[in-house]
């Protein structure tokens, strides 16, 4: 699978505030919002990819590595020459076309090896919190994998510096506030996760934004309910539980990371859709599903957008979150993503609104934060619609 994209990206472009641009402007580029314009859905109005570029947003399932743009691998790529990740962005795209699963997997693991300094790790969070703050993201809940670092040789302390670095930065200059997730490699063992428990609980280590604790890589083979101490430890210590399950695998492994994981949000859930029973339960316990769309049909975990069940989890009445997982590797972005979700439940303004209020109500933010957002999302969308 081919992910159609050059990234027009570069570091010297404006980050703007949310405002409707006049509606003489909407249905042409808008210079400022650059992200998607290279992402046009011809099946999406394009004055609704205008809305999508200026909405205020959360996101609540990306990772920290696969944010990683085509401009900042080839960056990390020239600074370690051994590497064989290319660093030509040209060439990165076919190096990020994936047979399947376990291909991604190999792919992002090389990506990961780039990361291998502190200073690399202040670059990443940094530059990923700049290309988000362009596409109007407010908040951010961006998984990281400690473990893959510190096993790789940085330091513990140092690690958890650059990343508190970079986001108290990325707030300040950005205006958009960042949280941590620290996930389990499920793939890497018990050891991975006795190693992200430890550095997400000990007092001395977690960092301040720090809010919840996650399990990803491949589910085929790596059981859930094997976690569950790491989880306990980690919800005793007043962090979120937010497990991926149902990407790859089925509903059972849904039910056991709601069951053993005692997870508040599923990462993909994608397979829910097979077991009406949970997308009761699902629904009834108000427990969101974190859908990353595009993501599903780049890792062939899904064959073609038509077929994906987003619309059956609405119909269902579980809440939904838009999401983009590793934006640049699958070949889209948050504002894609939002323009596939429009396409694909048939929503105007109002819905989209809705659906990015589902983000902010789902995060892990307090109610003042929350409120803030919502706000902001209302106040744009009324000035849109009376322009
Ligand atoms: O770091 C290692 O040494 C290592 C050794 C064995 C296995 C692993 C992993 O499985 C790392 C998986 C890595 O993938 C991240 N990720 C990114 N996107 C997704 C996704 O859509 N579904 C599941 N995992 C995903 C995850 O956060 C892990 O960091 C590592
Ligand atoms: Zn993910």
Known sequence: MRPAYDDPRTTDQPITRARPPPRAARGRRLGE????????????????HAFIAGLPKAELHVHHVGSASPRIVSELAARHADSKVPTDPEALVDYFTFTDFAHFIDVYLSVVDLIRTPEDVRLLTYEVARDMARQQVRYAELTITPFSSTRRGIDEGAFMDAIEDAR?????EFGTVLRWCFDIPGEAGLESAEETARLATDDRLRPE???????GGPEI????????????????????????????????????ALIDLRAERIGHGTSSAQDPKLLAHLAE????????????IATRAVRTLDEHPIKEFVRAGVPVTI?????????????????????????????????????VEASFLDAPGKARIADEIDTYTAAWLAS
């Open 33 to 48: 919002e650059p992200l998607t314009e290279h992402l046009v859905d011809p099946d999406v109005p394009r004055d609704l």
């Open 168 to 172: 108290k930065a990325a707030e300040a």
């Open 209 to 215: 934004g720090l809010v919840s604790f996650g399990l």
């Open 221 to 256: 083979g790596v059981a859930r309910p094997q976690f569950k101490p790491y989880f306990d430890r980690a919800i005793a210590a007043g962090l979120h539980s937010v497990p991926h399950a149902g990407e790859t695998t089925g509903p059972q492994t849904v039910w056991d």
């Open 285 to 296: 316990r108000r427990i969101p599903l974190e859908v990353c769309p595009t993501s599903n």
């Open 323 to 359: 999401n983009s997982d590793d934006p640049p590797m699958f070949g889209t972005d948050l504002n894609n993503e939002y323009a596939v979700a429009a396409r694909l439940l048939g929503l105007d303004e109002r819905g989209l609104a809705d659906l990015a209020k589902n983000g």
